[in-house]
């Protein structure tokens, strides 16, 4: 295992500089679409209750000399996930709205409107770990786990953990 440092420094935004979009294959070259299968489970506990929430969904993950992009629906919702192996870092914007964005970066916390069915509220994302178990991007098998607190109004909801596996469906051409 290795773990990404809750010390790493990096810019406050989180766009796709530095990607590279190109020709590639499953060689480790950058720039590559592939489809891949991602797998997460969310174990959430709310005053002490402990549930575990799933999704799967079927996604094209571009890779990058510095990240990794996934897109994805979910639920309806689209998705991109830019993981940020410099900073080390994951965030996911949904249907494209930047404002909306979840940043997760160890001994970061942030605040976002998050719009649900029944409305938007402020919730506080507090990220606590994040650790690469098992990295092989460029095969398109991977698995992150993070942990972090969700707060609103200064008052924690609920805690995290959230693992993330990624494993290759085929090359996109």
Known sequence: MIFLSPFSQGPASFGKQGFVISAG???????YGMK???????????DG??????????AVMRLGEEDAVLTYLLDGIHHE????????SVSVTRNWQEGQSLFYESGRKHTVRY???????????????ILLERGNFAGGDARLSLSYRISQYGEAICDCELSIAISPLDIVE
Do not use: C, W, Y
């Not at 991602?38 to 709310?46: A, D, F, G, H, W």
């Open 81 to 88: 996930m830019l993981i940020n192996f410099r900073t080390p």
């Open 49 to 58: 209750e402990t549930e575990l929430i799933r999704h799967e969904a079927r």
């Open 36 to 46: 891949v299968r991602i797998l997460m489970e969310t174990r959430q506990t709310v």
């Open 115 to 129: 719009e649900t069915p029944a409305g938007s509220m402020d919730l506080s994302f507090e990220t606590k770990s």
């Open 25 to 31: 294959n499953q060689a480790g070259e950058t720039g």
